[in-house]
């Protein structure tokens, strides 16, 4: 059997928990994430780990099995443990975990440990995936956050078992990572979303996300609420403007956009624009060459829009800057165009 990979654990407010936040969580049920099984959810189910939206308590809150719980918790009095099996939105390396206890404080797993598989669907539910430690068992504190970092990126993932000794509660599940796209994914006319994160794409850097992160804007589907997109806070400087760096998940040539403002109805930005460049780094830097590829277009309310790069199409970027003028919010950014290696 292999060993675990090495770990610490980190204080919440560290400068590496920080830089975790920044990474893109695996096991969000925005990305598709979902329970393949569990050997118990009697009183809460364990799709809860997975929700995006911070673990809450309901004091008055009650259900026919007892206490209503924002999170996984299994009955009393196992005398083995309890677990869950955990499909990934995509396959990707983990940087480091947060395994939460909010509001589990007289009935949260005391001891957790963690395995990780790279395998098939249909292997993990025929019991052929070979799971490997990936976090070994750790004690948990009730009512807490439970940050742990790698020394350095895991393997490939595609699926967690979270092992619960013996049995209890906890709220979520983060899972800090990067995407490595396993096949890439296209559009229907045959054009490759560069910037999706299930293609690798990351946001990197960005001016403001007062309200929401720009992480948020490469997401699949359209969203629920105003609270998945990206907005800044507001503006009251002349001619200001804010921006995201996204990095694209392949460098690429960029044929066509789409701005999604759906939700965004007194709070879009009227005018927008984007650039791209090349740079090896994660962030480009401040003297980096930007180069249009969509001039200045207006947005409007709760709409797709869609537009043809006006710029060099026969150039491949590795980076694109989107700009807002003043401020305001976004839902999602498709960059369709056609990955550089190969052509």
Not at 123 to 143: D, S
Request: charged content about 20%.
């Amino acid at each position: 059997m292999s060993t675990a990979p090495t770990y610490r654990s980190v204080q919440a407010d560290s400068p590496e928990v920080a830089a975790l936040k920044g990474k893109t969580n695996l096991a969000s049920v925005s990305l598709g994430s979902k329970i393949i099984s569990y050997s118990d959810e009697f009183f809460a189910e364990a799709s809860n780990l997975l929700k995006d939206e911070e673990a809450v308590f309901l004091p008055e809150e009650f259900t026919e099995r007892g206490k209503w719980m924002d999170g996984w918790e299994t009955r009393r009095h196992n005398k083995n443990y309890d677990w869950t099996i955990i499909q990934l939105g995509f396959a990707g390396v983990i940087f480091g975990l947060d395994v939460d206890t909010s509001h589990f404080t007289g009935n949260h797993a005391p001891v957790v440990s963690i395995e990780g598989a790279n395998a098939t669907e249909s292997e993990v539910r025929e019991g052929k995936a070979q799971f490997q430690e990936i976090l070994p068992k750790v004690n948990m504190n009730p009512g807490s956050h439970h940050y742990f970092a790698y020394a350095e990126a895991t393997a490939v993932y595609t699926h967690l078992r979270v092992n619960n000794y013996p049995d209890g509660g906890i709220a979520r599940l983060r899972v800090y990572g990067q995407v490595v796209p396993q096949t890439v994914v296209q559009s229907s006319d045959g054009l490759v979303d560069l910037a999706f994160v299930g293609n690798g794409g990351r946001a990197v850097a960005c001016s403001n996300q007062h309200f929401c992160s720009p992480s948020n804007l490469l997401l699949p589907g359209r969203g629920k609420t105003m609270g998945d997109g990206w907005e800044t806070r507001r503006s009251r400087t002349p001619n200001h403007n804010d921006w995201a760096i996204l990095k694209l998940g392949m460098p690429g040539y960029i044929d066509r956009v789409e701005f999604d403002t759906r939700h965004f109805c007194g709070n879009f930005p009227p005018l927008v624009t984007l650039h791209g460049t090349v740079s090896e780094e994660d962030v480009p830097p401040s003297d980096a060459q930007w180069t249009e590829v969509v001039g200045s277009v207006p947005l409007t309310a709760d709409k797709q829009h869609f537009f043809e790069a006006t710029g060099s199409k026969d150039k491949a970027f590795t980076h694109v800057k989107f700009t807002m003028y003043p401020d305001g919010g976004i839902k999602r950014i498709r960059i369709n165009g056609r990955p550089a290696t190969g052509n």
